[in-house]
């Protein structure tokens, strides 16, 4: 079974919509969870991370739910821009320092 | 504040020919990894260096050797360079697990990549 599993897309949404992104993780140890961007050709960048309280910035809303082990991200107003791949990133801390674990992506395509 | 740094950026290498990808960050981030990312299969970890002097395998170490130089420097080699090795290299670094200044200081940064072909 993978580390990480997200649903991979491609979400086409015009602009305006909102757009949720699912990812489920395997391992309970995980202690940290983040979302990541990564736009074409490009590297991937940190979107945010992701608390058990739930945590907001601007648009972009994100969840954990640790005991489904479970995260979500939440795009509202959906922006022309908001067009990448959508990474979930797990990181645990192994014998031998962090480890992070990635989904394979999702891909999201704004619609003018 | 450059980051994370890798060279070069493009590279067409023939069958068995070696190279050596390098890499550098200046955010005295102590862990540092090589991934390589192909289309479905997401990223993947090649090796990682958890601290200076440290290198360990990752989930697809074959066919390549890693050097961590000093703490900034994390190089990657193709000795023997083969097709299934076209991909696109990424490097990142993350500071070490309970030397973060706070929770969210435990992300991984990664440099721009390196798109390698092998013919």
């Known amino acids: 079974r993978k580390e990480v599993e997200q649903d991979p897309g491609p979400f086409n949404v015009p602009e305006g919509a909102t757009v949720a992104f699912n990812c489920t993780y395997s391992?309970?140890?995980?202690?940290?969870f983040f979302w990541y961007r990564q736009d074409c050709r490009k590297e991937p960048k940190l979107l945010m991370s992701?608390?058990?309280s739930g945590n907001e910035d601007g648009r972009f809303t994100a969840q954990l739910n640790r005991a489904s082990q479970y995260i979500s991200l939440l795009i509202r107003d959906s922006k022309l821009s908001d067009s990448a791949t959508y990474l979930c990133?797990?990181?645990?801390?192994?014998?031998?320092?962090?480890?992070?674990?990635f989904g394979t992506g999702t891909s999201l395509t704004v619609i003018p | 504040n450059a980051g994370v740094t890798q060279t070069p950026k493009f590279q067409v290498l023939k069958t068995g020919q070696s190279m050596t990808l390098q890499c550098a960050q200046d955010?005295?981030?102590?862990?540092m990894y090589w991934y390589r990312q192909d289309p479905g299969m997401g990223l993947r970890l090649i090796y990682y260096?958890?601290?200076?002097?440290?290198?360990d395998k990752g989930e697809v170490p074959n066919g390549y050797n890693v050097s961590r130089l000093n703490k900034r420097e994390f190089s990657l080699r193709l000795e023997s360079a083969a097709p299934s090795q076209t991909s696109v290299y990424f490097c990142?670094?993350?500071?070490?697990?309970?030397?973060?200044?706070?929770?969210?200081?435990?992300?991984?940064?990664f440099g721009a990549g390196s798109r390698l072909t092998v013919l």
């Open positions: 990142a670094s993350s500071e070490a697990p309970g030397l973060a200044s706070s929770s969210g200081a435990n992300v991984l940064t």
């Open positions: 391992n309970s140890a995980s202690q940290s």
């Open positions: 992701v608390y058990s």
């Open positions: 990133v797990v990181r645990r801390v192994a014998r031998t320092g962090n480890q992070f674990y």
């Open positions: 955010m005295n981030h102590n862990s």
């Open positions: 260096s958890a601290s200076e002097g440290t290198t």
